[in-house]
């Protein structure tokens, strides 16, 4: 089992930054990758950005270039530094983390609200 706590969201005017993070405890050896969804009011659950255990990264096309995502093994943290912070980033944001068996644990989830 893996236990996923996320913190860091709150409310933003348009331009700013936010960083999320994600601590994560449990059977941490068994983590693939980990990674950042967003769903807004009415909308499906996307993908933000995804690190695997290699450290290789992805993201979806509408946060390139504005959002970073991290990993500090130390700490069995990750992280989401999201800068230039458009209204339509507003989303509840949730943690997600794949094992090396393919099961997928979710945390809780934390808003971010971006004011225009």
């Known amino acids: 089992q893996v236990h996923l706590v996320e913190s860091g969201g709150g409310l933003v005017q348009a331009g700013g930054s936010l960083r999320l993070s994600c601590a994560a405890s449990?059977?941490?050896?068994?983590?693939?990758?980990m990674g950042w969804y967003r769903q807004a009011p009415g909308k499906q659950r996307e993908l933000v950005a995804q690190?695997?255990?290699?450290?290789?990264?992805n993201y979806a096309d509408s946060v390139k270039g504005r959002f970073t995502i991290s990993r500090d093994n130390a700490k069995n943290t990750v992280y989401l530094q999201m800068n230039s912070l458009k209204p339509e980033d507003t989303a509840a944001y949730y943690c997600?983390?794949?094992?090396?068996?393919?099961?997928?644990?979710w945390g809780q989830g934390t808003q971010v609200t971006v004011s225009s």
């Open positions: 449990g059977s941490i050896g068994s983590i693939f990758a």
């Open positions: 690190i695997t255990s290699d450290g290789s990264t």
């Open positions: 997600q983390a794949t094992s090396f068996g393919s099961r997928s644990y």
